[in-house]
């Protein structure tokens, strides 16, 4: 493992550990507090913001999203993503240690099966690209609207089916999830830049469903269920390339597509990068108009597998 990743794995840990300390302390404080209302916003984050308690989970959260963000600028986004999966865990110990019953038997499973799906969905991105698809605003639009109306469903009538608090944690989860798909569209600039505002609401709605879920059930019934969420549903929009979108393998020179009978397939060890692909006419031309597209600019190498090396030891 060379020392970059290495760094980037302790960061990444410290990150998760920093997160999820500040949710369990966040909740712990606004389920004291006075009932947090939509009809008084600015009484209830005065509220909160007032709470020394609640406010030092809060700056240990942006702290840790900060260190995280550092962290997946020295790691691959799965080595990252694998210690953020033990972040669950973490929070179940926390809960367990703390004031109260602890966990029961069935919650102690539900967290090691939460903590194994997401190792498992990390370690299989070790084969496949170290960087991300490249999408189109219409896909972006319709990953968030989607999630929007899951959220609803969780929030609202879906919540009755679950445990007390937990479909404000998923609409959370689904929510932050959703900001953080539409940043990775936002920092490819021109149009995409349209969703910094959707970005900045999705992050909203995912805070005050979460300190409302604070106030209705458990930590790992909210925190938990957000964090395990926020970490799954980022990896799950990033890796799926739609059939009909043509992937350009500059070293072979061949144009990789899907058809109705067979889906895309991306060669084992190839490597892609956004890329751009002139659009023909003399208007679009003259214009300089060109199109976002997948493009293969290499095939793993020796360099390339001594930077995937948790992977490969996870495998």
Known sequence: MSPTVAIGLVLALGSSAAINWGYLAQHGAASSLPPLTLRHPVRSLVSLFSNLRWLAGFMAGVGGWVVYVVALALAPLSLVQAAAAGGIGLLALLVHRGP???LRRREWWAVWVSILGLLLLAVSLAGGSTAGRVTS???????ILGSL???GIAAGPGSALLASGAGLGIASGVL???GDVGTKAAVQGHGFLLFVPV???CHGLAFIALQLGFQRGAALATAGVATLLTNALPIGAGVVLTRGTPVYDLVRETIIRGTADTPLEIPVGAVVVPGARRVKGDWAEAEGIALQTPVIVKYRDEKTDNATALES???
């Open 176 to 178: 932050y999830a959703a």
């Open 100 to 102: 109260g019953a602890g």
């Open 313 to 315: 030891w996870l495998r």
């Open 149 to 151: 109306v899951v959220a």
């Open 199 to 201: 970005v900045l609401a």
């Open 137 to 143: 605003m219409t896909e972006v639009g319709g990953w």
